[in-house]
């Protein structure tokens, strides 16, 4: 592994071409830590920079949580939402209500809450006579406001993690231009009951330019959106994906919109609650993989998924006390909580990469935070030991792939040169991960930036990137 001892002994003077990309950046050397060494544990040390300065390290700490939940719950692991009914089904009529239980699945997106209500339809239900409950127990959350963070809650990266989250609190929008017509045809989902979508939007010539704006949009009435202004024709189809302007109203109205769209009736109607003691399951809806989720999480930077993650590590141990690669729970006994959570990471952390190097401070896990803090020591010596570990292949396979794919995909810092995390707020920079050198070895990189002209220090860490590429 990767000691501080070897840290210390490394070389700390920046290659020249990153000094120069930080200057003409304005970012001093202060701003930025760096650690780059051999992907192998033992191996060498190239450059250790500031490698045990305190660093904000934006979204790279998901890394921190997906390694976690590879190894404490294994790639196989599944989500389960249960559903109940208190009632008998009689010629198509469940003469009660239905229950659905959420156990924390990361991507009960649309199309799989389609695919779920399709077999709650299966059990012969096509009409319920009570109402919908349902059960978000699972987690216990403080309130969260959207647009705490950065004043805007309408991003769906502003979204909390829910038990039951459904569609990640975001509704997709999708324009499509109908030229013949004049006009845009608007396609909303999930459909979302009681809220009444703009058909159309007429069509504008000229370039497509900012296309949202011109839009003018207006969400003040969550159930009547509206579009003031026009589409460019140029812009051919476009998708808008946009957080509920009430989220806390999103699952029961997606789940209404849906059951109406699928031809299911409805007495009551959707509201929150829990299943009654002494009932069992009608049916057990299985999610994805957690590799699958983890690659998500990673390649494109997913804040509530991420935060579903390190809950689940809460809710499974809770559960079973499940370990490294546990197996499967079978829905928590106790809530889980952000401070459950935490405290279970670092156990983990206590008992995979050891207790001489702190282990990350953490708040959320998906390191959408201005308190969240890691060494690039610390997040080096999680790589080496994610590289010596039987997680590895998931978790490389879950980072961007430079120039390739995810949050990596325009960057020009070489193709298919490494697999990196990437991190960015707007006084945060960061890379880490592996970097595939030219004789075939693989190393480590953490390089974090903090400073207001973070953003124009990119180019400085690409820099870094090529240099640790080519070292021999």
């Given at each position: 592994?990767?000691?501080?001892?070897?840290?210390?002994?490394?070389?700390q003077?920046?290659?020249?071409?990153?000094?120069?990309?930080?200057?003409?950046?304005?970012?001093?050397?202060?701003?930025?830590?760096?650690?780059?060494?051999?992907?192998?544990?033992?191996?060498?040390?190239?450059?250790?920079?500031?490698?045990?300065?305190?660093?904000?390290?934006?979204?790279?700490?998901?890394?921190v949580?997906?390694?976690?939940?590879?190894?404490?719950?294994?790639?196989?692991?599944?989500?389960?939402?249960?559903?109940?009914?208190?009632?008998?089904?009689?010629?198509?009529?469940?003469?009660?209500?239905?229950?659905?239980?959420?156990?924390?699945?990361?991507?009960?997106?649309?199309?799989?809450?389609?695919?779920?209500?399709?077999?709650?339809?299966?059990?012969?239900?096509?009409?319920?006579?009570?109402?919908?409950?349902?059960?978000?127990?699972?987690?216990a959350?403080?309130?969260?406001?959207?647009?705490?963070?950065?004043?805007?809650?309408?991003?769906?990266?502003?979204?909390?993690?829910?038990?039951?989250?459904?569609?990640?609190r975001?509704?997709?929008w999708?324009?499509?231009?109908?030229?013949?017509?004049?006009?845009?045809?608007?396609?909303?989902?999930?459909?979302?009951?009681?809220?009444?979508?703009?058909?159309?939007?007429?069509?504008?010539?000229?370039?497509?330019?900012?296309?949202?704006?011109?839009?003018?949009?207006?969400?003040?009435?969550?159930?009547?959106p509206?579009?003031?202004?026009?589409?460019?024709?140029?812009?051919?189809?476009?998708?808008?994906?946009?957080?509920?302007?009430?989220?806390?109203?999103?699952?029961?109205?997606?789940?209404?919109?849906?059951?109406?769209?699928?031809?299911?009736?409805?007495?009551?109607?959707v509201?929150?609650?829990?299943?009654?003691?002494?009932?069992?399951?009608?049916?057990?809806?299985?999610?994805?993989?957690?590799?699958?989720?983890v690659?998500?999480?990673?390649?494109?930077?997913?804040?509530?998924?991420?935060?579903?993650?390190?809950?689940?590590?809460?809710?499974?141990?809770?559960?079973?006390?499940?370990?490294?690669?546990?197996?499967?729970?079978?829905?928590?006994t106790?809530?889980?909580?952000?401070?459950?959570?935490?405290?279970?990471?670092?156990?983990w952390?206590?008992?995979?990469?050891?207790?001489?190097?702190?282990?990350?401070?953490?708040?959320?896990?998906?390191?959408?935070?201005r308190?969240?803090?890691?060494?690039?020591?610390?997040?080096?010596?999680?790589?080496?030991?994610?590289?010596?570990?039987?997680?590895?292949?998931?978790?490389?396979?879950?980072?961007?792939?430079?120039?390739?794919?995810?949050?990596?995909?325009?960057?020009?810092?070489?193709?298919?040169?490494?697999?990196?995390?990437t991190?960015?707020l707007?006084?945060?920079?960061?890379?880490?991960?592996?970097?595939?050198?030219?004789?075939?070895?693989?190393?480590?990189?953490?390089?974090?930036?903090?400073?207001?002209?973070a953003r124009?220090?990119?180019?400085?860490?690409?820099?870094?990137?090529?240099?640790?590429?080519?070292?021999?």
């Amino acid at each position: 592994m990767l000691a501080a001892a070897g840290v210390q002994a490394a070389a700390q003077v920046l290659p020249p071409a990153v000094q120069q990309a930080l200057e003409r950046a304005g970012v001093p050397p202060a701003a930025l830590a760096v650690v780059v060494a051999d992907a192998v544990p033992g191996g060498q040390t190239y450059l250790a920079h500031r490698a045990e300065a305190p660093m904000n390290p934006a979204s790279v700490m998901k890394l921190v949580t997906t390694a976690a939940a590879l190894d404490w719950l294994g790639p196989a692991y599944t989500w389960r939402t249960a559903v109940y009914t208190d009632g008998p089904v009689r010629e198509g009529v469940l003469a009660g209500s239905l229950y659905l239980r959420g156990e924390g699945d990361p991507k009960l997106v649309t199309e799989r809450l389609w695919l779920l209500l399709r077999r709650v339809q299966g059990l012969g239900i096509r009409h319920i006579g009570g109402d919908i409950v349902l059960d978000r127990s699972a987690f216990a959350l403080p309130p969260h406001d959207p647009a705490a963070f950065d004043g805007e809650p309408l991003r769906p990266y502003n979204a909390a993690p829910d038990a039951l989250l459904v569609n990640f609190r975001t509704q997709v929008w999708t324009f499509v231009p109908d030229a013949a017509a004049g006009v845009a045809r608007v396609l909303a989902d999930p459909p979302l009951a009681e809220v009444t979508v703009p058909g159309t939007v007429p069509l504008a010539d000229g370039p497509c330019g900012d296309w949202r704006a011109a839009l003018q949009a207006d969400w003040s009435d969550a159930r009547r959106p509206r579009f003031a202004g026009r589409y460019p024709l140029a812009c051919g189809e476009r998708i808008w994906p946009l957080a509920y302007p009430e989220p806390e109203r999103f699952a029961a109205r997606a789940m209404a919109g849906m059951w109406a769209q699928l031809g299911g009736g409805l007495d009551g109607r959707v509201r929150e609650g829990t299943v009654p003691a002494g009932l069992t399951p009608r049916l057990v809806f299985e999610s994805l993989p957690l590799a699958d989720v983890v690659r998500d999480v990673n390649k494109f930077s997913n804040n509530v998924m991420a935060q579903q993650l390190l809950l689940t590590l809460a809710a499974a141990t809770a559960t079973q006390g499940v370990g490294p690669a546990g197996a499967n729970a079978q829905g928590p006994t106790a809530p889980a909580t952000f401070e459950a959570a935490r405290s279970v990471l670092r156990d983990w952390w206590r008992t995979r990469i050891g207790p001489d190097v702190p282990p990350p401070q953490i708040d959320n896990g998906a390191g959408l935070s201005r308190e969240a803090r890691a060494t690039a020591l610390a997040l080096a010596r999680l790589l080496q030991w994610v590289y010596a570990s039987p997680w590895m292949p998931e978790l490389m396979a879950s980072l961007p792939i430079a120039g390739v794919d995810g949050t990596l995909r325009r960057s020009a810092m070489g193709r298919g040169v490494a697999h990196l995390k990437t991190g960015s707020l707007a006084d945060v920079q960061a890379l880490a991960g592996y970097v595939h050198g030219a004789d075939g070895q693989r190393r480590v990189l953490v390089a974090i930036v903090n400073h207001p002209n973070a953003r124009a220090g990119r180019a400085a860490l690409d820099a870094l990137v090529q240099w640790a590429a080519a070292l021999r």
